[in-house]
């Protein structure tokens, strides 16, 4: 499904004659109107409730990693603020190796943050950030924000 609205976002730039990406997304848009109004005659499956979730996760990020760069450029340009560097724990929900790999490299794009290793059994991975107050709240932050978010799309 996902193929035909990006190939009816291109018919509409052919035809519009105007190739720029805000062409194509206004393209893209009207076309996946067009496919939510004609799924009951297709074979559409659950395309129009994960798109939705792709974008939801996408600015969910892009706020996350805005939020995580501001803390880290306070605590750069205040000095006398100590850091506080942990490693932590966090249980895994995520089961597979690209859902893992995934929740890593979010973890690991976010400023402050990087994830270290997975545990054998695959159920924990262990992440260091720059500064922790409540390692519970990291956790859950993990847990809520990353995790949740990312089993809703790829699953």
Known sequence: MLLRNILLALVWVALSGQLTAQNFLIGFFLS???LWLLQHTMNTGNY???VPQVISFFFFFLGA????????AYRVLSPGLPLRPAIIAVPLDVQ???????????ITLTPGTLSLDVSTNRRVMYVHTVFVEDIEAFRREIKEGFERRLLEVMR
């Open 32 to 34: 996946y109107l067009l």
């Open 48 to 50: 129009f409730v994960k």
């Open 65 to 72: 990693m805005l939020a995580a760069g501001i803390r880290i």
């Open 96 to 106: 597979t190796d690209a859902e893992i790999t995934f929740l890593a490299n979010l």
